[in-house]
């Protein structure tokens, strides 16, 4: 079981890692409002991490199986999520930065913030495919029930913790600094990305 833990930890690191809308989002996040409030929404991508993973191991992807337009429905509703979010960006990328939080920012608090980064990680169904996929392939078909707070926990840590330090990276002064120096190019950057990946998602 041991050995089982320790391949899902590493396996699912690797995906943690790789870049997606909530990784965006969290050092977009950090970038502009703080270590602090990249640190909540990061608490909420692991959160969401831990759905998806939840529904994984109690059968969400034989429901996927059994009924394919369910999947088809998830995908376009967290592409046009993804999109909305890309639009806003680029919406906004002109305006200037005040130093002090936007107003619409100011009133998310740390259960706001925890709330997008739930929704930005279930818009992308994505984690779905991993879970109900390569994942399970590491789950013991018999493991103990303790064994699967174990692998939740596993979830929320790597998922929570790679975006604790994606928010700190880009919460530094030095890149708020070169952020400031480029805010219109870098806010259209984050969008268009943002947007791409919304219309993969929606495409494929």
């Keep these: 079981m041991l050995a089982a833990l320790g ?10 890692i790789s870049p997606g809308p909530a ?15 990249g640190s909540w929404l990061a608490v ?13 191991l109690f059968g969400l992807a034989l429901v996927f199986q059994v009924a394919p337009v369910l999947m088809t429905v998830l995908k376009l509703c967290g592409a046009a999520y ?3 979010l890309a639009w806003k960006m680029w919406r906004h ?9 936007s107003v619409d920012a100011a009133r998310r608090g740390p259960m706001g913030l925890i709330w997008l980064g739930i929704t930005t990680q279930l818009a992308n169904p994505k984690p779905a495919v991993f879970f109900g996929t390569i994942f399970l392939t590491f789950v013991p078909p018999h493991a103990p029930l303790w064994a699967y707070g ?22 530094m002064d030095r890149t ?3 952020y400031l120096n480029l805010k219109t190019a870098i806010d259209r950057l984050f969008g268009t990305v943002l947007g791409l990946l919304g219309l993969k998602l929606a495409l494929t």
């Design 93 to 101: 990328a002109p305006e200037p930065l005040d130093t002090a939080i």
């Design 176 to 178: 708020r600094q070169g």
């Design 150 to 171: 174990v692998i939740l926990l596993i979830v929320f840590i790597n998922d929570a913790g790679w975006n604790v330090i994606v928010s700190r990276v880009f919460s």
């Design 44 to 56: 909420g991508v692991g959160l969401g991490a831990c759905a998806w993973a939840c529904a994984a």
């Design 7 to 16: 391949a899902i930890y590493l396996v699912h690191l690797g995906a943690a």
């Design 82 to 84: 993804l999109l909305y």
């Design 23 to 37: 990784v965006l989002m969290c050092a977009r996040t950090g970038l502009r409002e703080g270590f602090a409030r």
